[in-house]
């Protein structure tokens, strides 16, 4: 449960965790994504308007990246009346394929709540056919307007595969599936922490660019009513931007 005086928007014991990543942990909360900002009201509960399109659905996720960067966040939809409504049912308006790491829950960096998210979750954000599966699900049973492909800063899972490649190692078990999909987004003409931080982004775009091709998906982009993004998550800044 988060501490009551982070809930008031006050310090609390999150802002030095997450302050100290940006190597200054003085800082003003504005000061973590550029200038203060004074967070709009949220709407919050089981009888708010839900993003319909895919351009409200990124900018409500837009908003919510820019409340937790700023230390402005508002846990919606997470009061007792929800709870009892998400029983019946759901309703998310976004996709996130993310990544396993722990440092970057879909939740928290976008500021969302019980049932305003589909959260798929792979290391490296790679795709197989139960995650392809999963995404589709979110598409074409629940509705879902927008899916996020949302790589990160130092991902381990991307890390590991340019040094397998480099090196020619065969990384253990079921990790080298991993390494094997991720591949192609490597850039061999950079060298050392660019060619990481390089086939990070590629890989989402890589990402991105094969669940836009999917036929299922294809004709909905096609018609407006879907949009596939790919975004970075900045460790150092909290900050998500899009990409391509």
Same mark, same amino acid.
């Given at each position: =449960?988060?501490?009551?005086? #982070?809930?008031?928007?006050? *310090? ?9 990543? $940006? ?10 994504? %550029?200038?203060?900002?004074?967070? &709009? ?7 708010? &308007?839900? *993003? ?18 700023? /230390? ?15 029983? $019946? ?16 829950? *879909? ?5 969302? %709540? ?14 197989? #056919? &139960?995650? /392809?599966?999963?995404? $589709?699900? %979110? ?7 927008? @899916?996020?492909? /949302? ?23 079921? =990790?080298?599936?991993?390494?094997? +999909? @991720? ?11 660019? +060619?990481?931080?390089?086939? @990070?982004?590629?890989?989402? /775009?890589?990402?991105?660019? +094969?669940?836009?091709? #999917? ?5 909905? @982009? ?7 993004? %790919? ?14």
């Amino acid at each position: =449960m988060t501490p009551y005086s #982070e809930r008031q928007g006050q *310090p609390g014991r999150r802002w030095f965790v997450r302050a100290g990543l $940006t190597g200054a942990a003085a800082v003003a909360a504005g000061a973590v994504c %550029g200038s203060p900002v004074v967070p &709009a009201p949220v709407s919050s509960g089981p009888n708010r &308007a839900r *993003p319909a399109s895919p351009t409200s659905a990124w900018q409500a996720l837009a908003a919510g990246n820019q409340r937790w960067c700023t /230390l402005h966040e508002r846990h919606p939809d997470e009061g007792s009346a929800v709870r009892r409504t998400v029983v $019946t049912g759901q309703h998310p308006f976004a996709v996130v394929l993310g990544c396993v790491d722990s440092r970057v829950p *879909p939740e928290l960096v976008f500021d969302q %709540g019980l049932g305003d998210l589909l959260s798929v979750r792979s290391a490296g954000s790679v795709l197989d #056919e &139960a995650v /392809l599966a999963s995404v $589709t699900y %979110g598409v074409l049973e629940l509705g879902i307007p927008l @899916i996020v492909v /949302l790589g990160h800063q130092s991902c381990g899972a991307v890390t590991a595969a340019v040094r397998a490649d480099g090196s020619g190692d065969r990384l253990p078990g079921h =990790m080298q599936y991993l390494a094997d +999909r @991720i591949r192609p987004a490597i850039d061999h003409r950079l060298r050392g922490a660019d +060619r990481v931080d390089a086939a @990070i982004s590629a890989n989402v /775009l890589l990402v991105r660019a +094969r669940l836009a091709a #999917e036929p299922a998906l294809a004709s909905r @982009i096609g018609a407006g009513a879907l949009s596939v993004v %790919g975004a970075r998550y900045e460790l150092t800044t909290q900050r998500v931007r899009t990409l391509g």
